[in-house]
């Protein structure tokens, strides 16, 4: 089934408040959710449509088996594996980030073009000059890149990433790509959200 | 004028390309940057009407009217000060991201609770300890935090922060924050953003 953007969004924050239950907490009412992220009743039990989970009048969701059916609708089992392109700040941050595993995404090593940080090894991932990429992409079979290099290297990077074969490019830097059409680029786009947080004023 | 979320996030792509373009570039078509971000023409015409900009016929938009145009319409002149909360190492890096000085974000402090980490500087923002910060944000008139504290520390700093007059908190932490209705959150929510990317198969 085909879950739009937003209610993937709200679901993985459902999962984070399930995740944060005390063992005991058999179930769940749509209105503590719907409280805690100050959204309507009604919008919670619409999304949880998606995953197919019936709440018990009165009793609320089951805790445990509704964490299981976000985890498969959300598809937190199938790992993908990514590298991390641009061993910088932000880099390192995210391949330091151990949570992102539980999701499905598995940051197995990093690339940078600069002498001084390849060879390092950063929270188990080694980092290659960004020569490798291709190989290495080809050996591990390895189609997602988060890039996180500066603005005015990106497209050069992003270039040589789609050359690589990588097919998702999770785009933290602030250059819009020019790409072909086979590769997926996902702008992260933070100004864009801070935008929306404060200009709009309002809640997500 | 209250501009929808997804045309907040546009328009700040569209102002990135803008910011791209080459001096001489003097004018852009709505085609032209439909076809960078791969969406359709109609929607950039139709965002664009948001910030009242009219594109001549066949010539295209004024590039530096535009830019203009959308930079007072998002508000990036109108500089919003905010404090880093939890000096890790996203916390870090977004502290050394100098980029969001041009979209209206100016950290202008970093707090911890760790007093190995107390008393540094990140690039020339002053790490305080935490029980600093309901003070500095008062004297400095700061209602904006972004919190980078572990998981288990979030909901303990965002309580810390509400009771600090913190009117807005960009929470890049995986935990669902239960506070008063006057404090605004931003789940910034990357592991969702991950799984809308690879799970959808889209772009954005």
């Known amino acids: 089934m085909n879950i739009p953007d937003k209610v993937v969004n709200r679901l993985t924050l459902y999962h984070f408040i399930l995740d944060d239950l005390r063992d005991d907490e058999e179930y769940i009412s749509s209105t503590k959710i719907a409280q805690l ?41 199938k790992t993908k594996d990514a590298f991390v392109v641009g061993a910088g700040n932000l880099g390192s941050a995210l391949a330091k980030y151990d949570g992102f595993k539980d999701y499905g995404l598995n940051i197995l090593a990093m690339f940078d073009k600069d002498t001084k940080k390849t060879g390092t090894v950063i929270n188990g991932k080694e980092v290659f000059d960004i020569s490798k990429v291709s190989h290495l992409a080809s050996k591990l079979g390895v189609e997602v890149a988060i890039l996180t290099v500066p603005k005015e290297n990106a497209q050069a990077a992003a270039n040589y990433l789609a050359g690589a074969g990588i097919k998702y490019i999770w785009n933290f830097t602030t250059c819009v ?26 809640e997500k």
């Open 177 to 202: 790509l020019d790409l072909p059409k086979d590769v997926k680029v996902w702008n992260e786009n933070l100004i864009g959200s801070f935008l929306q947080f404060i200009v709009s004023d309002k």
């Open 37 to 77: 992220l100050k959204i309507d009743n009604s919008q919670v039990r619409k999304d949880l449509k998606y995953v197919d989970n019936q709440g018990k009048c009165r009793v609320g969701y089951n805790t445990k088996e509704l964490k299981k059916r976000i985890e498969e609708s959300l598809g937190f089992k």
